[in-house]
């Protein structure tokens, strides 16, 4: 589990003007991505205001961390927790005011092309989000929201690798089968129903071997950082699709993730006790419990959806919601999933889940803020929205605000859809 330290005092700053009062990226947040200069080979590099510093440059890493400077960035996540913080304290030193500037290392953010920081070598989506799946079971079975295993173990299904990509990628609507309640039989065609899903995406780090599983003392040890995961839907496909067997083709279409591995290390002052689990729920087994995960196991994350459409003038704030939806920590997601023994790899991605809050406007999907498409929203231009339309822009934000600290953000995460 991170600890606090030098690198998280608010008053830090950095010889990068942007960095300082940057929302997303001050020297306290230090998050690692892979980019390029058009034309140019991938390489590592770290995000510090609205720059990127080359982690590649020659001389600039030692050899037990140049890992970090190769991209994607699996080889090096793979080495776990030590080598990421002594790199975290490297870069600090180096990009602190005091320190000798060295603009020659740096490239704007601008002139950048970022890519996935990993390779996705597997992709689960988890359903621990308990307001969204409250509201959500509520449309389908109002008399029993939850499914009887929901406070028992973390739901998840397995998702498509191939289609996650990076912050930016256009959005194609997807083609499938749907048969609305008021059609008599099946069609075949464009989604008519696009949403979004606010989420989550914990990268792993540290892998597991085969039949090993991750004990939930030692999980956050294998959790490489974070990211924000917007899980696009085609809510009329995955309604006629899923039953009995769950999500498939109205959600692998696309998967769009932030650029930014946003590292536990960054995230060590937003640290907070599990609170959305009351006493009375049902106990949680062993194999999930841990004292020190359930006291500080948790994410304290302002999250937000933005919609851009041709016709408003900026963007509108879609809802405003918290991680602290999440009903179980990353830990026990984690665990959960290595819980059966299957192997874990460096560039594994586990989404949250949709980390709705419990009012309207904190609804992290068109479902909810349309009330399973009923009540359409109506947006400042005089627009109305039940889902997505062709055209509209979706961006994903998060950021971490506590009194003492820094403001550190995961950057965005935007689509457009295309049609
Ligand atoms: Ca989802």
Not at 358 to 374: F, I, V
Request: charge should be negative; proline fraction near 9%.
């Amino acid at each position: 589990m991170p600890m606090l330290d030098h690198t998280h005092d608010a008053t830090a700053t950095s010889w990068v003007a942007s960095a300082n009062g940057h929302p997303d990226f001050p020297i306290q947040n230090l998050p690692l991505c892979a980019f390029s200069r058009p034309g140019e080979a991938a390489r590592g590099g770290v995000a510090i205001g609205d720059q990127i510093l080359d982690l590649a440059a020659p001389g600039l890493l030692p050899p037990e961390l140049a890992l970090a400077g190769q991209a994607p960035l699996n080889d090096f996540f793979a080495l776990g927790a030590a080598p990421r913080r002594a790199l975290r304290h490297l870069v600090f030193d180096l990009l602190r005011t005091g320190s000798t500037p060295r603009p020659s290392l740096l490239v704007p953010q601008a002139e950048a092309v970022l890519h996935l920081p990993m390779r996705v070598t597997d992709f689960s989506d988890f359903y621990a989000g308990i307001h969204h799946a409250t509201t959500t079971g509520k449309m389908l079975r109002p008399d029993l929201p939850l499914s009887v295993n929901y406070k028992h173990l973390p739901i998840a299904y397995t998702g498509r690798t191939s289609s996650v990509r990076p912050s930016g990628t256009p959005v194609h609507r997807p083609n499938g089968q749907r048969k609305p309640a008021k059609e008599a039989v099946p069609s075949f065609g464009r989604s008519r129903n696009m949403d979004f899903e606010l989420e989550m995406g914990i990268w792993v780090g540290q892998g597991s071997a085969l039949g090993a599983g991750v004990s939930i003392a030692e999980a956050a040890d294998h959790i490489g950082g974070y990211c924000l995961l917007n899980d696009w839907s085609a809510r009329d496909i995955q309604g006629w699709e899923t039953v009995p067997l769950g999500p498939f083709l109205g959600k692998s279409f696309l998967t769009t993730i932030s650029v930014y591995v946003v590292t536990p290390e960054a995230l060590a002052p937003f640290r907070v006790p599990l609170t959305t689990r009351p006493a009375d729920d049902p106990a949680v087994l062993d194999y999930l419990l841990d004292a020190r995960d359930q006291s500080e196991g948790a994410l304290d994350l302002v999250l937000e959806a933005w919609i851009q459409t041709p016709s408003l003038p900026a963007p509108h704030l879609l809802c405003r919601s918290n991680s602290q939806a999440l009903y179980w920590t990353p830990a026990q997601l984690l665990t959960q999933q290595a819980s059966n023994g299957c192997d874990l790899n460096a560039g594994d991605l586990l989404g949250s889940g949709t980390l709705s809050g419990p009012t309207l406007d904190s609804a992290g999907s068109m479902l909810e803020l349309s009330q399973g498409g009923r009540v359409p929203l109506v947006l400042p231009s005089g627009e109305t929205r039940r889902f997505l339309e062709d055209g509209d822009t979706l961006e994903l934000r998060a950021y971490g605000v506590r009194d003492g600290f820094a403001q550190i953000g995961f950057g965005p995460c935007v689509g457009t859809v295309t049609g």
